[in-house]
């Protein structure tokens, strides 16, 4: 897997998730929604550079000009719910692409510190020689994206795979490397040491669907 780890040069990167991690930030949910959606675009500016791109020639009211315009057909999934501000900062610079959502979450056994992915829904377009960019904000263990890559298979094979992630674990990036096809790349805006005993990243930020859309109630 070819990892993208955008925190290690400095940029207003910084400042995005400064305050998606700060407490007192935090309390401002549309801002925690803006700032999830703003690293959205910064990640997908840089994961634009690696795409494939055509020379089209643009028609201005005083001439021609040739510009050279991504080719690539993009389909852009994420995982519900915390993944939507971060889907809508990608929409943003990929307003062509065609979308997939997914329901993915932790269902706690018995014990508390135990759990498995479950997935629900899935709603996605044929993926077959396409450009697919999964997007969740937190990768933790890395568990629901593999379970969320497995469940997409039937849609087809792509051409591409980019994960785009806001803040993960070098577990968790370790996970997806020994489980995803060597080809993919993981664009993240920073890496963290640790998981606690619940499998959340430390120091993390928290609940990143908690945080962008308010507590939910567990059953």
Known sequence: MHIHNLSKTNSILNQFIAEIRDVSVQKDSMRFRRNIERI??????????????????ITTPLATIDSEVPKNDVVLCSILRAGVPLHNGLLNYFDQAENAFISAYRHHLDNPESFEIVVEYLACPDLTGKTLLLADPMLATGQSLVATFKALEPFGTPKEIHIVAVIGAEAGVDYLEKKLPSNTNLWIAAVD??????????PGLGDAGDLAFGEKLQH
């Open 193 to 202: 040491k640790t998981l606690n005993s619940k499998g959340y990243i430390v």
């Open 40 to 57: 959205g675009e910064v990640l997908g500016y840089e994961l634009s550079k690696n795409l494939s791109f055509e020379t089209k020639t």
